[in-house]
T-cell receptor, first 114, second 115 residues
Framework: AQKITQTQPGMFVQEKEAVTLDCTYDTSDQSYGLFWYKQPSSGEMIFLIYQGSYDEQNATEGRYSLNFQKARKSANLVISASQLGDSAMYFCAMREGAGGKLIFGQGTELSVKP | SAVISQKPSRDICQRGTSLTIQCQVDSQVTMMFWYRQQPGQSLTLIATANQGSEATYESGFVIDKFPISRPNLTFSTLTVSNMSPEDSSIYLC????????????FGPGTRLTVL
């Protein structure tokens, strides 16, 4: 069963607007972590934001915030004030337990229009 | 966050040959991971490499095809053996290091093309 689902293969957003990238997950563990990464065309994986399952507040990192809805098992990434440099693939990932491998979703390709 | 480098950054190889990819971290880390990203696909874990023990491989990956070394806490290598065009991928190493939740950071990747 797929554990991480990103239902938006591609998204467009106007420069300076906000955009939400969807991610749902499936786990029976009580302790888990959720990650978002950005992958530009160069191929590197850039860590953006982390949310732990026991964190009561939504994680924020600059223009990135994670809308964590535990009961719905969703961890959507919100990018505020989009910039042209935000155009890239975005991957949601989950780690079960305290440490170890990440399971990735299929990714969402974001295109920011000027 | 950890600074991770990989060598080579890219390579074009002939079918049947082998390539060894190096991953160097600027600090000591317990766990290192090797992922594969096939063209247009997401990332899939190949194996977890802990210093002083054999690597743990994921389903579908075997040591004979992807031997891994982890001689110390800052370095690891992944070899892609007897390559075929299906091995054309980006190979990425990653490490866990974080204050908040053991964030996982990735190296820049090795882009491999097999002809």
């Amino acid at each position: 069963a797929q554990k991480i689902t990103q239902t938006q293969p591609g998204m467009f957003v106007q420069e300076k607007e906000a955009v939400t990238l969807d991610c749902t997950y499936d786990t029976s563990d009580q302790s888990y972590g959720l990650f978002w990464y950005k992958q530009p065309s160069s191929g590197e994986m850039i860590f953006l934001i982390y949310q732990g399952s026991y964190d009561e507040q939504n994680a924020t990192e600059g223009r990135y915030s994670l809308n964590f809805q535990k009961a719905r098992k969703s961890a959507n990434l919100v990018i505020s004030a989009s910039q042209l440099g935000d155009s890239a693939m975005y991957f949601c990932a989950m780690r079960e337990g305290a440490g170890g491998k990440l399971i990735f979703g299929q990714g969402t390709e974001l295109s920011v229009k000027p | 966050s950890a600074v991770i480098s990989q060598k080579p950054s890219r390579d074009i190889c002939q079918r049947g040959t082998s390539l060894t990819i190096q991953c160097q971290v600027d600090s000591q880390v317990t766990m290192m991971f090797w992922y594969r990203q096939q063209p247009g696909q997401s990332l899939t874990l190949i194996a977890t490499a802990n210093q002083g023990s054999e690597a743990t491989y994921e389903s579908g990956f075997v040591i004979d095809k992807f031997p891994i070394s982890r001689p110390n806490l800052t370095f690891s290598t992944l070899t892609v053996s007897n390559m075929s065009p299906e091995d054309s991928s980006i190979y990425l190493c990653s490490v866990e290091q974080g204050v908040i939740g053991n964030e996982q950071f990735f190296g820049p990747g090795t882009r491999l093309t097999v002809l």
